[in-house]
């Protein structure tokens, strides 16, 4: 089944004329939405804790934040956009009360409301506006004229005005230039997650990790491995962004195809197939939720360990020496 996508034509700012929308959080997300909307002639007034960086960011562009309690109650749209793993916990104590009936509570994820930690008083819609692109890109395309493509959601009961007011919102960003694509809380929320785990996050790294380490464990430089199993994806993943797998294998040699064939479903085996099937099903029955939420209950404690112990891989040293041969690529180090 074919998506239903929505541009510029199919929504009306002006809905948004008498509306305050507060953006709680002045992250990635929350500087690049406030900003859009501002220039797209919104109200907006910006939830954000004192003392950090991102308040004096917020001042530095015009705005007065506030705390979250108080843009909560001056918002119509309330848009939370502060970590994942924090919303639960801030929604319970600082946003829920100060909802009034008709507002509308927003988010760009929907991990939190799909799994129950965010949960809307009666009276108040839910609705997800989603950029497919993190925030400076939101405001880089917006400030060029472009857009970056959307996703558009309504949370369980919400009305035909909720998703007129989630398009305007979308065009007040400029997320309808690019495309703003219908789905569902969850949907989008589940999507997001195997994604993540299976291939932009988990399955690359593993799959990059294992790789260098057969080659320096046969006895490769491993400078070598790391120009082959890391620095070069970057040229392939490139060529798969601009047209697909089919130009990938147009621009490499044949022999490289012909290993791509030939050599990649011994990489990725039914027995991986099996295992995506069952990352799915633990996403789609909370349990990774679950887990996670649970993980940040105890203090993120094995989250912060198995982290520590991945910023040693070998990998990391070698690529930390080598980029700093490469100046053009801007080496960043954590
Ligand atoms: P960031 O981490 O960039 O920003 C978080 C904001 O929340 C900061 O302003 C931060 O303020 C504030 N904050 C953090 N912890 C607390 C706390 N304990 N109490 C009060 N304020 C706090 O978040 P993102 O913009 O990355 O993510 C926001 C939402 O957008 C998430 O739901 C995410 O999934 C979603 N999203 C993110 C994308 C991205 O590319 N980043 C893409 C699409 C969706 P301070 O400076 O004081 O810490
Ligand atoms: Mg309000």
Redesign the pocket.
Known sequence: MAATIYYDNDADLSLLKDKTIAIL??????HAQAQNLKDSGCNVVIG??P?????DLAVSHGFDPLP?EEATKRGDLVN?????E??GD?YRNQIREHLSTGDILM???G?NVHFGQVEAPPGVDTLLV??????HLVRSEFEKGGGVPSLIALGPGASETTKKLGLAYAKGIGGTRGGVIETTIAEETETDLFGEQVVLCGGVSELVKAAFDTLVDAGYQPEMAYFECLHELKLIVDLFYQGGLNYMRYSVSNTAEYGDYTRGPRIITEQTRAEMRKILAEIQNGEFARDWILENRAGAASFKAIRRRNRNHKIEEVGRQLRSLMSWINAKEV
């Open positions: 959080g002045y992250g990635s997300q929350g954000q804790r003392g950090s960086a991102n308040y979250l939370i956009l502060l970590p994942d924090v919303q801030i988010c760009s994820h991990f989603a950029p497919k692109g993190p925030g």
